[in-house]
Nanobody
Framework: QVQLVESGGGLVQAGGSLRLSCAAS????????MAWFRQAPGKEREFVAA????????YYADSMKGRFTCSRDNAKNTVYLQMNSLKPEDTAVYYC????????????????WGQGTQVTVSS
């Protein structure tokens, strides 16, 4: 059974940085894509970024490009989301999710999710 555990969220001032981690276990992920989504209060969950576990190729939502960087450490089975130049509108619960074969920007296409980690950016 796949298990995903996020960590690294917290309170940061606008312009600051945070690095989120997602530790994955339960199977070999060489054929998977790991994605980050976020959900702000009263809003739908939205795609942030994704990474191919094998190749390391990354994909980003347009609004995150240049500020967020997704990476992975295969030895630790962990994916990271480095977030820089944070804005108050980045405040949300951030989730990691996994699916096989191809990435998707739709949360409906992911079958395993972490519990989420809160990121709050103060102005």
């Amino acid at each position: 059974q796949v298990q995903l555990v996020e960590s690294g969220g917290g309170l940061v001032q606008a312009g600051g940085s945070l690095r989120l981690s997602c530790a994955a276990s339960g199977r070999t992920f060489s054929r998977d894509y790991m994605a980050w989504f976020r959900q702000a209060p009263g809003k739908e969950r939205e795609f942030v970024a994704a990474i191919n576990w094998s190749s390391g190729n990354t994909y980003y939502a347009d609004s995150m490009k240049g500020r967020f960087t997704c990476s992975r450490d295969n030895a630790k089975n962990t994916v990271y989301l480095q977030m820089n130049s944070l804005k108050p509108e980045d405040t949300a619960v951030y989730y990691c999710a996994v699916r096989r074969w191809y990435y998707s920007v739709s949360d409906d296409d992911y079958d395993s999710w972490g519990q989420g980690t809160q990121v709050t950016v103060s102005s």
